[in-house]
Protein backbone atom coordinates (compact mmCIF):
# COMPACT_ATOMS: atom_id res chain seq x y z
CA UNK A 1 0.00 0.00 0.00
CA UNK A 2 1.25 3.57 -1.16
CA UNK A 3 2.47 5.69 2.05
CA UNK A 4 -0.41 7.41 3.76
CA UNK A 5 0.97 10.94 3.44
CA UNK A 6 3.23 12.02 0.90
CA UNK A 7 5.09 14.92 0.07
CA UNK A 8 4.91 16.71 -3.34
CA UNK A 9 6.67 20.12 -4.15
CA UNK A 10 6.58 20.67 -0.47
CA UNK A 11 2.73 20.11 0.11
CA UNK A 12 1.58 16.94 2.32
CA UNK A 13 -0.78 15.11 -0.11
CA UNK A 14 -2.81 12.43 2.14
CA UNK A 15 -3.67 8.96 0.55
CA UNK A 16 -5.88 7.43 3.59
CA UNK A 17 -9.29 6.04 3.12
CA UNK A 18 -11.82 5.56 5.25
CA UNK A 19 -14.25 2.80 5.93
CA UNK A 20 -17.51 2.78 5.02
CA UNK A 21 -20.29 1.26 3.35
CA UNK A 22 -20.48 2.08 -0.04
CA UNK A 23 -21.04 -0.63 -2.00
CA UNK A 24 -17.74 -1.30 -3.94
CA UNK A 25 -14.68 -2.65 -3.39
CA UNK A 26 -12.13 -0.92 -1.19
CA UNK A 27 -9.53 -0.55 -4.01
CA UNK A 28 -12.04 0.26 -6.29
CA UNK A 29 -12.71 3.42 -3.67
CA UNK A 30 -9.43 4.21 -3.54
CA UNK A 31 -8.39 4.44 -7.48
CA UNK A 32 -11.59 6.45 -7.81
CA UNK A 33 -10.69 8.89 -4.79
CA UNK A 34 -7.47 9.38 -6.14
CA UNK A 35 -8.71 10.20 -9.63
CA UNK A 36 -11.30 12.39 -8.50
CA UNK A 37 -8.39 14.53 -6.17
CA UNK A 38 -6.50 15.34 -9.74
CA UNK A 39 -9.39 17.06 -11.02
CA UNK A 40 -10.04 18.85 -7.52
CA UNK A 41 -6.96 20.00 -7.69
CA UNK A 42 -7.20 20.76 -11.48
CA UNK A 43 -10.30 22.65 -10.46
CA UNK A 44 -9.18 24.93 -8.04
CA UNK A 45 -6.42 25.70 -9.92
CA UNK A 46 -8.45 26.53 -13.29
CA UNK A 47 -11.05 28.66 -11.35
CA UNK A 48 -7.74 31.08 -10.06
CA UNK A 49 -6.58 31.13 -13.17
CA UNK A 50 -9.96 32.45 -14.51
CA UNK A 51 -10.01 35.52 -11.74
CA UNK A 52 -7.06 36.10 -13.22
CA UNK A 53 -7.61 36.80 -16.26
CA UNK A 54 -10.63 38.57 -14.63
CA UNK A 55 -8.90 40.89 -12.61
CA UNK A 56 -5.83 41.51 -14.89
CA UNK A 57 -7.92 42.08 -18.95
CA UNK A 58 -6.76 45.48 -20.11
CA UNK A 59 -7.71 46.95 -23.94
CA UNK A 60 -10.86 47.91 -25.44
CA UNK A 61 -13.39 44.74 -25.31
CA UNK A 62 -12.41 45.40 -21.22
CA UNK A 63 -15.49 44.83 -19.32
CA UNK A 64 -17.19 42.20 -21.68
CA UNK A 65 -14.29 39.88 -21.00
CA UNK A 66 -14.06 40.96 -17.47
CA UNK A 67 -17.72 39.50 -17.11
CA UNK A 68 -16.87 36.59 -19.47
CA UNK A 69 -13.78 35.53 -17.36
CA UNK A 70 -15.98 35.86 -14.02
CA UNK A 71 -18.82 33.63 -15.64
CA UNK A 72 -16.17 30.53 -16.14
CA UNK A 73 -14.47 31.59 -12.67
CA UNK A 74 -17.92 31.21 -11.13
CA UNK A 75 -19.15 28.23 -13.08
CA UNK A 76 -15.42 25.96 -11.58
CA UNK A 77 -15.90 27.28 -7.99
CA UNK A 78 -19.23 25.48 -8.48
CA UNK A 79 -17.46 22.08 -9.08
CA UNK A 80 -14.84 22.29 -6.59
CA UNK A 81 -17.40 21.60 -3.15
CA UNK A 82 -19.02 18.94 -4.55
CA UNK A 83 -15.66 17.12 -6.50
CA UNK A 84 -14.48 17.84 -2.88
CA UNK A 85 -17.51 15.89 -1.48
CA UNK A 86 -17.19 13.11 -4.20
CA UNK A 87 -14.27 12.15 -2.71
CA UNK A 88 -15.11 11.97 0.93
CA UNK A 89 -17.91 9.92 -0.29
CA UNK A 90 -15.96 7.41 -1.44
CA UNK A 91 -14.05 7.54 2.17
CA UNK A 92 -10.87 9.78 0.45
CA UNK A 93 -9.90 12.58 1.51
CA UNK A 94 -10.30 16.04 -0.20
CA UNK A 95 -6.68 17.23 -0.64
CA UNK A 96 -8.40 20.81 -1.67
CA UNK A 97 -5.92 23.17 -0.11
CA UNK A 98 -4.51 25.92 -2.27
CA UNK A 99 -0.78 24.43 -1.92
CA UNK A 100 -2.01 21.10 -2.69
CA UNK A 101 -3.89 22.31 -5.74
CA UNK A 102 -0.52 24.04 -6.55
CA UNK A 103 1.52 21.03 -5.86
CA UNK A 104 -0.71 18.47 -7.71
CA UNK A 105 -2.35 20.11 -10.68
CA UNK A 106 -1.70 18.96 -14.07
CA UNK A 107 -3.30 22.15 -15.27
CA UNK A 108 -0.40 24.50 -16.99
CA UNK A 109 1.29 27.82 -15.26
CA UNK A 110 -0.85 30.52 -16.66
CA UNK A 111 0.85 33.23 -18.97
CA UNK A 112 1.13 35.90 -16.42
CA UNK A 113 2.13 38.03 -19.42
CA UNK A 114 -0.96 38.52 -20.95
CA UNK A 115 -2.33 41.87 -21.54
CA UNK A 116 -5.06 42.49 -24.02
CA UNK A 117 -8.16 40.27 -24.41
CA UNK A 118 -6.62 37.83 -26.87
CA UNK A 119 -4.13 37.06 -24.70
CA UNK A 120 -6.30 36.17 -21.97
CA UNK A 121 -8.81 34.58 -23.99
CA UNK A 122 -5.99 32.11 -25.44
CA UNK A 123 -4.59 31.27 -21.98
CA UNK A 124 -7.72 30.82 -20.34
CA UNK A 125 -9.00 28.52 -22.97
CA UNK A 126 -5.89 26.78 -22.84
CA UNK A 127 -5.87 25.96 -19.42
CA UNK A 128 -10.27 25.61 -19.87
CA UNK A 129 -9.17 22.72 -22.42
CA UNK A 130 -7.11 20.85 -20.28
CA UNK A 131 -9.03 21.12 -17.68
CA UNK A 132 -12.21 19.65 -19.76
CA UNK A 133 -9.56 16.62 -20.87
CA UNK A 134 -8.45 15.88 -17.68
CA UNK A 135 -12.29 15.17 -16.52
CA UNK A 136 -13.18 13.36 -19.82
CA UNK A 137 -9.84 11.28 -18.88
CA UNK A 138 -10.95 10.75 -15.03
CA UNK A 139 -14.74 10.30 -16.02
CA UNK A 140 -14.15 7.32 -18.47
CA UNK A 141 -11.08 6.12 -15.94
CA UNK A 142 -14.09 5.91 -13.33
CA UNK A 143 -16.58 4.31 -15.38
CA UNK A 144 -13.77 1.85 -16.32
CA UNK A 145 -13.34 1.17 -13.05
CA UNK A 146 -16.50 0.24 -12.71
CA UNK A 147 -18.41 3.21 -10.66
CA UNK A 148 -20.86 4.40 -12.99
CA UNK A 149 -22.44 7.04 -10.68
CA UNK A 150 -19.30 8.55 -10.39
CA UNK A 151 -18.43 8.67 -14.03
CA UNK A 152 -22.27 10.14 -14.39
CA UNK A 153 -21.26 12.47 -11.56
CA UNK A 154 -18.20 13.60 -13.92
CA UNK A 155 -20.04 13.92 -17.12
CA UNK A 156 -22.36 16.38 -16.24
CA UNK A 157 -19.57 18.47 -14.87
CA UNK A 158 -18.31 18.16 -17.78
CA UNK A 159 -20.97 19.36 -20.17
CA UNK A 160 -20.81 22.40 -17.83
CA UNK A 161 -16.95 23.41 -18.37
CA UNK A 162 -16.96 22.83 -21.96
CA UNK A 163 -20.10 25.46 -22.44
CA UNK A 164 -17.29 27.99 -20.69
CA UNK A 165 -14.68 26.66 -22.79
CA UNK A 166 -17.34 26.96 -25.92
CA UNK A 167 -18.27 30.77 -24.84
CA UNK A 168 -14.08 31.50 -24.55
CA UNK A 169 -13.55 29.90 -28.22
CA UNK A 170 -16.83 31.90 -29.55
CA UNK A 171 -15.19 34.86 -28.58
CA UNK A 172 -11.44 34.44 -30.58
CA UNK A 173 -11.34 34.18 -34.08
CA UNK A 174 -14.18 33.07 -36.25
CA UNK A 175 -11.62 31.19 -38.55
CA UNK A 176 -11.13 27.79 -36.65
CA UNK A 177 -13.41 25.92 -39.55
CA UNK A 178 -11.81 22.38 -39.20
FE1 LIG B 1 -14.76 40.74 -9.61
Known amino acids: MAKEIE ?3 GAKISHRMYKNRVALPDDVKKQVAEEMNKT ?3 SLDTYSQAKFAHWNVKGLNFYQLHLVFDTVAKVIF ?11 QLGGVANGT ?3 SAATSSIPS ?3 EAVNGTEHLTALADSLGKYCGLMREVSSKIDDL ?5 ADFFNQLIVDAEEELYFLESHMEAGNVQ
Open 110 to 112: YNI
Open 78 to 88: KQIDPIAERIT
Open 146 to 150: GDKPS
Open 7 to 9: VKD
Open 40 to 42: LAA
Open 98 to 100: VRQ
